[in-house]
């Protein structure tokens, strides 16, 4: 079994219903299991600013998927959960990005892991620190320390599972 590291994100609709539907779609692929799954947090558009904020969080899995078939797998959720993408970085019902797999360095063009905006972004680097600190990305450890100080446009609502649905 390979450990992967999925970000979630939503800024339509019901924000927090479409991230436990994509969390429960993941839980019940025969080949995923969702292990952990961070905080959820609130946070501000980036790169297309002009848009609702999201409802972010990072859950760890284990499967049996390559990379490739978890990322297959993570677009039929999305489409499932009614994401239409008309513009890139636009808005989404939910978006799920393979941020790390197995320590593995993928440069295709239709997946690049580790995710090439993962150590730029509060909204995902935070979430993953709080699960896997000490997990190595482009040869180097996750800096806890540098991600809990840079949380700007980032406010931590709570557990998934104890948040209101």
């Not at 558009?45 to 284990?62: C, G, R, T």
Request: aromatic fraction near 4%; proline fraction near 5%.
């Amino acid at each position: 079994m390979s450990t992967a590291y999925l970000g979630l994100g939503s800024n339509l609709g019901d924000r927090l219903h479409h991230l436990a539907g994509a969390v429960q779609a993941l839980n019940h692929e025969l080949r995923v299991r969702v292990e952990k799954a961070s905080s959820v947090y609130e946070t501000k558009p980036v790169d297309v600013i002009d848009q609702p904020d999201f409802l972010n969080l990072v859950v760890e899995v284990k499967t049996s998927l390559s990379a490739h078939d978890l990322l297959a797998c993570c677009l039929v959720i999305e489409a499932d959960l009614g994401r239409v993408r008309t513009k890139r970085w636009g808005p989404r019902t939910v978006d799920i990005d393979v941020l790390w797999f197995d320590g593995q360095v993928i440069n295709e063009p239709d997946l690049v892991v580790p995710h090439p905006r993962l150590l730029k972004r509060a909204f995902v680097l935070v979430p993953l620190a709080e699960l896997a600190p000490a997990l190595m990305v482009e040869g180097s450890r996750i800096d806890m320390r540098a991600a809990l100080m840079d949380q700007s446009g980032l406010s931590r609502i709570g557990l998934l599972e104890s948040l209101p649905q």
